[in-house]
């Protein structure tokens, strides 16, 4: 999809972020709009509202008409056990993740926590770049500054047991109406990301 171009080039102006820190297009950087993909409805409940934990629940934030890219993203493992894997690699780049549409916008959503497992390549130098980089934008029907969408960027620091992070967007205070959500990839290190768990924050 073209849009996946448009949202690389876009949010390649926020490269410089501090962990677990957001931030939004705005000032004078180009604005940034979503563009709509196909829509992607979801096939099953999930257990909790906008908990995604299962490989059932998982599996539509993989194999939906605008996931994907040149980056491998696989859905691995059972039950509980599954995780979204993502595996960059030396001269590959460009992958997103889009969720589920809601029939109803997730009301007054404060940004996504993610459960993840991040490891660089063993044979990158110890001097190489050990984070991983991503960013996620918000389609909401309430943007603070339309019709910019919000963003949100995070620097996951390695980690081989599920680790915590909480990703808000940082220069607005108010919840949004959220639509859907992309995951997308900021920076590119070698290595293995693997998520296994997302849920919206309230």
């Known amino acids: 999809m073209d849009g996946r171009r448009s949202l690389h080039t876009r949010f390649a102006g926020c490269a410089a972020v501090l962990l677990l820190t957001g931030c939004e297009a705005g000032g004078g950087a180009q604005p940034f709009v979503v563009v709509p993909g196909p829509a ?3 096939p099953v409940p999930t257990a909790a509202p906008y ?3 299962t ?3 998982l599996d539509i934030w993989v194999n939906n008409p605008v996931s994907g890219g ?3 993203v696989s859905l691995v493992g059972d039950g509980r056990d599954a995780v979204i894997q993502i595996v960059p690699k030396l001269g590959l780049d460009g992958w997103t ?3 589920p549409d809601f029939t109803v916008p997730a009301r007054g959503i404060r940004g996504v926590r993610i459960w993840y497992r991040w490891q660089t390549d063993p044979t990158l130098p110890r001097s190489a770049v050990q984070t991983f980089s991503m960013s996620v934008s918000f389609e909401a029907t309430n943007p603070p500054r339309p019709p910019e969408q919000p963003q949100a960027f995070v620097q996951l620091q390695p980690a081989s047991e599920p ?3 909480n990703i808000q967007p940082g220069s607005f205070r108010d919840p949004l109406d959220v639509k859907y959500l992309y995951f997308h990839q900021s920076s590119s290190n ?3 990301l693997e998520i296994d768990r997302i849920e919206l924050v309230q």
């Open 55 to 57: 490989r059932e629940e």
């Open 70 to 72: 040149r980056v491998p």
């Open 190 to 192: 070698p290595g293995v």
């Open 97 to 99: 993740l889009r969720g």
């Open 40 to 42: 992607v409805p979801s």
């Open 163 to 165: 680790t915590e992070a």
């Open 51 to 53: 908990v995604w934990d």
